[in-house]
């Protein structure tokens, strides 16, 4: 099932000052009311993407109508089912711009792609004093898996700093790359920074030292052009749920060559092309890395995701976010005591429509629980970068995140509310 934007609302996109209004009709979650009647605001994006009706409707049809084993099967419904399941594998491929389906491996989430090439990729290849170069930004799925693989092979863990701004310090990463780096692993798009790494740099001095380079894409790919060509990435990792897709779905795209020589990450069904007693040989790519029944509706509605985003053009979304980015700092930044982490719009245009914050005096869970009374959701924490908050002498921090789906209407309701909350905290402390 293709699921895209209708018509009239195709025809609508070509005005990106329009997103919001044009698309959501298309979000029932975004229709419902919250406490006291007060219309619900979705802030919380870069913990998780809504879903439009057009993913939902593709997961009902592949239920009602499609659903059966991928591959093994040679009735009607295992074949339709296997065309929605690689279907969605070649429109990942085209979403990042992949030379072939078979560079992308489908995975539980991102955190078991990065996972698969540190135990696949990282096993075969790292030696005692070899060295991985991660940075301080890093959410803990780029900073676990490479710890628990410098304990298995004692490679060594270095970490890039960041500027004041709250950027990458490209300088202090190019000192740190030597002829023992092996690979370089790195978020594109910080989900507490909001910061755009310059990945295409990143890239060329890292293949200059012989050294690879893998791009976490999460909070990356719902909101701008993402090419992996023109990255100059060697592995990149995504996640659904990011997407405006389902749960439990995601996917490593790696160089087929890498591929091919990396051995398997899991044992099982699906990944085997001859079993004996005492030993097995493999399927070729991708699905010598894909063990077992897959979350088959999970693609095919991830496909889904990526169809109405391709039809809504990522170029518009980014536009669209940049001017709402804009405004979300405006009012933040009028808050008296308000530090917002990482990079302004003015120091960096192409930074994330998100915004992570601290208050001195105040709990960003309080914070978070006095707007989600009134009908706001935010997140609240640490954000999966416990070191990152560390580096700024936090423990944690309040976050807002934006989509296409916002309204600068939602974001004035959001600083408005924010700052009675804020007093209101103050005075009863």
């Known amino acids: 099932m293709t699921s895209t934007l209708s018509a009239p609302q195709a025809a609508a996109v070509t005005q990106p000052d329009n997103l919001a209004a044009l698309t959501r009709p298309d979000f029932p979650l975004l229709a419902q009311t919250a406490c006291l009647g007060q219309p619900l605001i979705y802030l919380d994006h870069a913990a998780t993407s809504q879903k439009p009706r057009q993913v939902l409707e593709a997961l009902q049809h592949y239920y009602d109508h499609d659903n059966a084993n991928v591959h093994r099967g040679a009735h009607q419904l295992s074949a339709r089912a296997t065309e929605g399941f690689e279907g969605a594998r070649a429109k990942a491929a085209a979403f990042v711009g992949a030379a072939n389906p078979n560079e992308i491996v489908f ?77 370089v692993s790195l978020v594109q798009v910080s989900n507490t920074l909001g910061c755009l790494n310059p990945i295409a740099e990143v890239a060329a001095l890292a293949h200059a030292a012989g050294a690879l380079v893998l791009v976490d894409a999460c909070q990356s790919l719902p909101h701008l052009p993402v090419n992996v060509k023109q990255l100059g990435a060697d592995f990149l990792v995504g996640s659904s749920h990011k997407l405006c897709g389902p749960t439990g779905m995601g996917f490593l795209w790696g160089r087929e060559a890498l591929l091919e020589a990396m051995p398997p990450f899991l044992g099982g069904g699906e990944m085997i092309q001859d079993v004996y007693l005492d030993h097995s040989t493999w399927a070729g790519l991708p ?143």
């Open 287 to 429: 699905h010598k890395f894909e063990a077992g029944t897959p979350a088959i509706g999970e693609a095919v509605g991830m496909g889904a995701a990526l169809d109405y985003l391709q039809a809504i053009g990522l170029d518009r979304i980014h536009a669209w976010e940049q001017q709402l980015t804009r405004h979300l700092f405006e009012r933040l930044q009028a808050i008296d005591g308000l530090r917002i982490l990482g990079p302004t719009p003015e120091q960096q245009p192409d930074r994330a429509a998100l915004a992570a914050f601290h208050v001195e005096g105040v709990h960003a869970n309080d914070i978070a629980a006095l707007l989600d009374s009134a009908g706001i959701c935010i997140r609240s924490g640490h954000h999966c970068t416990q070191p990152l908050h560390r580096h700024y002498g936090i423990s944690g921090s309040a976050r807002a995140s934006l989509s296409f789906t916002t309204t600068t209407e939602e974001i004035d309701r959001f600083a408005d509310e924010l700052q009675g909350s804020i007093s209101f905290l103050r005075e009863h402390s």
């Open 107 to 183: 995975t539980r989430n991102a955190s078991e792609a990065i996972n698969l090439v540190a135990r696949s990729w990282g096993e075969a290849n790292l030696r005692p004093g070899d060295e991985v170069l991660l940075t301080v930004m890093e959410h803990h799925s780029n900073l676990v898996p490479w710890q628990l693989l410098a304990d298995r092979t004692g490679c060594v863990l270095r970490h890039a700093g960041l500027t004041d701004s709250g950027e990458l310090d490209l300088h202090d990463l190019r000192s740190k790359i030597s002829d023992r780096t092996r690979l």
